[in-house]
Nanobody, 127 residues
Framework: VQLVESGGGLVQAGGSLRLSCAAS????????MGWFRQAPGKEREFVAA?????????YYADSVRGRFTISRDNAKNTVYLQMDSLKPEDSAVYYC????????????????????WGQGTQVTVSS
């Protein structure tokens, strides 16, 4: 699966951005979509995830719960991350990821649960 993110940019604190991730290729085998982020000098961290079937669960990092919303448009093979009430500490490169193979005992919050990654999109929140 190929993933292409878009929608990043520069925004003031308190503002909003919506990231998009367009998937192509063997998308029918994708059961899980997620967003991660990585700030300079820090490890890649989980942001949000969505299980790809009707009624599937969503998961959020504590730091973004209530401010970020993950959603998907299956007809367009696209997953979104709506980011509201942005803070300077949200600044990072945001990566979209897709999981093809369910790995038992591996959390959806772990990068090890994902098989394919996008190239990333930069989000910068100014104070």
């Amino acid at each position: 699966v190929q993933l292409v993110e878009s929608g990043g940019g520069l925004v003031q604190a308190g503002g909003s951005l919506r990231l998009s991730c367009a998937a192509s290729g063997r998308t029918f085998s994708t059961y899980l979509m997620g967003w991660f982020r990585q700030a300079p000098g820090k490890e890649r961290e989980f942001v949000a995830a969505s299980i790809n079937w009707s009624g599937g669960s969503t998961y959020y990092a504590d730091s973004v719960r209530g401010r970020f919303t993950i959603s998907r448009d299956n007809a367009k093979n696209t997953v979104y991350l709506q980011m509201d009430s942005l803070k300077p500490e949200d600044s990072a490169v945001y990566y979209c990821a897709a999981g093809q193979t369910r790995r038992l005992n591996v959390s959806v919050r772990s990068p090890r649960q994902y098989d394919d990654w996008g190239q990333g999109t930069q989000v910068t929140v100014s104070s």
